[in-house]
């Protein structure tokens, strides 16, 4: 049983298809890259799957229930969770905070009780508290917590978002280039956590560049030209599907040309 | 020295309007960095409403609560119209929207209510108390207390609750919000009806004094802005700091200068605190990430 099911996905922007007819799915567990070249669809799919853009076309279904088009919000409440290319942070809060923020959708409690700062308040926003700092050492960014959030790096600010997003304890996590602007190290870091979080049964949807970190970790990639899907399999049999390298190198030949010229 | 106190009272009482008046905006500029210009209207709708619930024979308290309510209500419809639909916008044009509806809710209270001028007794008599040689109504302590009891409202709701944090969060970063769970739609729609409320109050609490009538908010509303911009906007400790100052410089200037004075009077002071502190009293600095 998939736990995230895509269907038939596509989306236009003033008559220029961005997406078209992408499908395939994600068991609990599973590690699945989505790669291409720049400009393929890759963050316009992912936008759609989460809420983000409201797709023409396709079904989203995760765990069964149709949720296409439902706001980013109720996703997060069904378990769908994600991170961004150019990030998305409370930039004027603590790293803490940040951390924080994503366990707020699994405190409930009554107003009165935050008004007069009952225990059982107090318990709630302490046992938040140490469930985001414990996060936070899982991400390397313990030392960092009382730090404001805009003063911190790129690649440690990737990494914050990646707790956040755990702390919403997703079935689903969306992860749009998580290694981008981190040194090696960083990305082996990234790349063991991820390897872990999916062992614990949550499905990954990993979008990166780093073909390296995609062909190690991934289950199973899918591979998006122009906005279609023109290939899906293993990390080897991706490696050596002649269209694939055609997509690559086509682009990169490309690339060339503009750069002479 | 009476007279100094006399200035004073009038002063903190004026003020305590401004800062109802500041504290509304930065409700909104909180959610969404829109500067709401029809937060004036709010204050004489409150005025308004109430005079004509009271005239058709509801007690003063119940035609109050009704004001306060309605004009939530329409805070909420100026946000689900108008806002909302222009969402994605850029803030300037929001806030000419804003401009839009306040002008839109002139004429439409013109044509629903009249253009005369309107006054209901004051909750606790016209009395005169003398404090040290000055006097100062009831009405003026309702309105200060009214102030007073709306920051600290306001205070909890946005340090203690989940729903006020949410709504800290909103004006941090829409996107991260929505990505953690929030319902930033709905926080909107909140801060649309909170901000109409406590504007609606303002004008309940302050009609017995100034009096009221269809053309009220706009001075009301370029008063706050301004009491919102001395002391940091969105910043509600601003807002009652900055709210009070300007109603005592435009005591103190109309005391002992002349009374054609006051508004220029405060409005160079404003402007020389923003040359100094462009942020305002109490403003954070923003640092842009570069």
New interface residues.
């Given amino acids: 049983m998939s736990l995230l099911q895509i269907e038939g996905l596509g989306i236009d922007f003033g008559g220029v298809r961005a997406v078209n007819d992408v499908g395939f799915s994600l068991k609990p567990g599973e590690i699945v890259s989505v790669i291409g070249p720049n400009g393929a669809g890759k963050t316009t799919l992912f936008n759609m799957i989460s809420g ?1 853009y409201a797709p023409a076309r396709g079904r989203v279904a995760l765990d069964g229930e149709d949720v296409t088009r439902m ?4 996703l ?2 069904r378990g769908l ?2 991170t ?1 290319q150019n990030l ?6 603590s790293v803490l905070e940040n951390a924080v ?2 366990h ?2 699994h ?1 409930r ?1 009554s ?1 009165f009780a ?2 007069f ?1 009952l225990p059982a308040a107090r318990r709630r926003s302490r046992a938040s508290e140490e469930s985001a700092r414990a996060l936070l050492d899982r991400v390397g960014l313990g030392r960092a917590a009382e730090q404001e959030a ?1 003063s911190l790096s790129y690649g440690a600010l990737k990494r914050l978002e990646i707790a ?2 755990l ?2 304890k997703p079935r689903v996590l969306l992860l749009d280039e998580p290694a981008a602007g981190c040194n090696a190290v960083e990305t082996e870091e990234i790349d063991h956590l991820i390897a872990k979080v999916a062992a614990e049964g949550v499905s990954i949807l990993l979008v990166e560049h780093d073909m390296k970190m995609v062909m190690r970790i991934s289950n199973h990639i899918v591979v998006l030209d122009h906005g279609e899907k023109i290939a899906e399999g293993e990390p080897a049999s991706i490696a050596r599907d002649p269209r694939v390298i055609e997509a690559y190198l086509g682009a990169q030949a490309a690339e060339a040309q503009n750069a002479d010229g | 020295m009476p007279e100094l106190l006399q200035f004073l009272l009038s002063g903190i009482t004026v003020g305590a309007v401004y800062a109802l008046v500041a504290l509304g905006f930065t409700i909104i500029y909180n959610a969404s960095d829109v500067v709401n210009f029809a937060q004036g209207e709010f204050v004489m709708l409150g005025g308004m409403i109430t005079f004509f619930a009271h005239a058709a024979g509801l007690p003063l308290p119940l035609a109050a609560l009704i004001a306060i309510i309605a004009t939530a209500g329409i805070g909420v419809a100026l946000n689900k119209l108008a806002i909302e639909p222009a969402r994605g916008a850029p803030v300037v044009s929001l806030i000419i929207i804003t401009i839009g509806a306040s002008i839109f809710i002139r004429g439409a209270t013109q044509l629903v209510f009249d253009k005369q001028i309107h006054r209901f007794p004051a909750f606790s008599g016209d009395q005169p108390i003398l404090i040290g040689g000055a006097t100062i109504l009831p009405q003026s302590l309702w309105v200060i207390a009214g102030a007073l009891a709306i920051f600290f409202c306001l205070w909890l709701f946005f340090t203690r609750t989940l729903i006020g944090r949410a709504v800290l969060a909103t004006a941090n970063n829409r996107i991260a919000a929505q990505l953690v769970g929030i319902n930033t739609n709905y926080v909107m729609t909140l801060s649309f009806a909170m901000s109409a409320a406590i504007g609606a109050l303002a004008g309940v609490l302050v009609t017995p004094i100034t009096l009221t009538s269809y053309d009220v908010g706009l001075a009301l509303a370029l008063k706050g802005f301004a009491a919102a911009m001395l002391g940091g906007m969105g910043n509600p400790k601003g807002a009652l700091v900055g709210g009070l100052l300007l109603g005592i410089l435009e005591a103190m200037t109309a005391g002992y200068i002349s009374s054609q004075y006051k508004d220029a009077a405060a409005f160079v002071v404003i402007l020389a605190v923003l040359f100094a502190m462009p942020q305002g009293l109490f403003g954070r600095k923003s640092t842009d990430r570069v």
């Avoid at chain 1, 706001?71 to 109720?74: I, M, T």
């Fill in positions: 983000v706001p980013p919000h109720q997060a409440r969770s994600r961004f998305q942070i409370f930039q004027s809060m923020a994503g707020h959708l405190e409690g107003v935050d008004l700062s805009g956040r997003a702390a919403l």
